[in-house]
């Protein structure tokens, strides 16, 4: 079993940035994936960027260069740094991991862009 603990959420104006923390603890040997999924009301949950055990990164097409995610490996923990915010981008932010195959998520955390 592998635990997520989010972290770093809240309320921003549009252009701001805010940084999300996503702590592993529990089974975490061989975690594949690693990344953050997000979602808003009426919409699907969707890929906002994950990081694969070799280093490698995805980004969903609306983040635009806006965002990077990054580990430390020593902490069992994965950021994401949000940079350039807008109103489109307020959703409740999941934490995921994939570990051989199997899919863990985090309670979630709000990330609210309003002035």
């Known amino acids: 079993q592998v635990q997520l603990v989010e972290s770093g959420g809240g309320l921003v104006q549009p252009g701001g940035s805010l940084r999300l923390s996503c702590a592993a603890s529990?089974?975490?040997?061989?975690?594949?994936?690693m990344g953050w999924f997000r979602q808003s009301p009426g919409k699907q949950r969707e890929l906002v960027a994950n990081?694969?055990?070799?280093?490698?990164?995805n980004y969903g097409g609306f983040v635009k260069g806006r965002f990077t995610i990054s580990r430390d490996n020593a902490k069992n923990t994965v950021y994401l740094q949000m940079n350039s915010l807008n109103p489109e981008d307020t959703a409740v932010y999941y934490c995921h991991a994939n570990q051989n195959g199997v899919n863990y998520w985090g309670q979630g955390t709000q990330v609210t862009v309003s002035s």
């Open positions: 529990g089974s975490i040997f061989r975690i594949n994936v």
């Open positions: 990081i694969i055990s070799g280093g490698s990164t």
